[in-house]
């Protein structure tokens, strides 16, 4: 899914749609909020990742950093690494007044919250298209329902999305965000009190400018006669039709900028924005 490529013919191991996204917009400054760059911001524009979760004194200091340039100087590895020790200081000066504030009004954000406070932050000062994965989701050992580990998990992503809105303040108007899952769950529950892993899922759209409280898209009624294999929710959307008729609206791509993004996808507008 992050590669945003067709299921047939050749495949880019190294190209990620967001890559791709970032290549066709107009002054894009790309980031990723994780441990490694993802899939979907391989390629070949340059993208820098840092983690958020933990802002603690960096493990290599600035005297190691200068070391560590100076042993790469001269190779095709320079400015990548010259970069890198670049955003992660710019990060950290960014969060140091957030960090000094959170302690003197002994604000209370853990977990998600406080990673997407810090998100929305970057973005709103020097970013404009972002990625963050969030993880906990692989339930099959008591998911429970309304309450449990399942409804905590929702409960925290929630709150997280929730913060991200607040802290972008007027910014939020002209934001969106898509919370996306590679893979759903079965519908029966297993012997375990949980589920495992199945096919059809759901996409979370919200924004300053999303047309809410709605479900669109194909839909069909959940029963024995309508589940995929007897066991899951078939996919009813293509992914990367419904992300590309988000993108043109978005960002007014053309048909050419989509098929880009997306090669061999017709984007399909479910005017969601």
């Excluded at 042993?71 to 957030?98: H, I, K, N």
């Excluded at 998600?112 to 906990?136: C, P, Q, S, T, W």
């Excluded at 934001?175 to 590679?182: A, I, N, P, W």
Aim: proline residues 3%; contains cysteine.
């Amino acid at each position: 899914m992050e590669m945003g490529q067709a299921l047939e013919g050749h495949k880019d191991y190294g190209s990620g749609f967001l890559n791709r996204l970032a290549g066709v917009l107009t002054g894009c400054n790309p980031i990723a909020f994780t441990d490694q760059l993802p899939l979907a911001f391989q390629g070949s524009t340059k993208v820098p990742n840092t983690a958020l979760r933990s802002l603690a004194k960096p493990s290599v200091d600035a005297r190691q950093s200068s070391i560590i340039a100076s042993m790469y100087q001269g190779t095709p590895m320079s400015t990548q690494v010259t970069e890198g020790f670049g955003v992660r200081d710019e990060v950290l000066r960014e969060m140091s007044a957030e960090m000094d504030s959170a302690n003197r009004n002994a604000i209370n954000a853990k977990g998600f919250e406080l990673e997407a406070r810090r998100i929305a932050k970057l973005m709103n000062d020097n970013y404009n298209l972002g990625f963050v994965d969030v993880g906990g989701w692989d339930t099959h050992v008591n998911q429970g329902a309304a309450n449990g580990y399942l409804a905590n998990r929702l409960g925290e992503l929630g709150v997280g999305l929730a913060a991200f809105a607040q802290e972008m303040g007027s910014a939020w108007r002209d934001t969106t965000v898509v919370v996306m899952s590679e893979f759903g769950r079965t519908v029966r529950q297993n012997g375990n009190r949980g589920t495992d892993h199945g096919h059809g899922s759901v996409f979370w759209v919200m924004g300053g400018s999303v047309r809410g409280s709605q479900v669109a898209g194909e839909q069909v009624r959940v029963e024995q006669a309508t589940l995929f294999q007897n066991r899951d929710f078939p996919v009813l959307n293509e992914y990367r039709a419904v992300l590309g008729g988000l993108l043109q609206r978005q960002y007014g791509l053309n048909a050419t900028q989509i098929d880009s993004v997306f090669p061999g996808a017709k984007s399909r507008d479910l005017r969601l924005l």
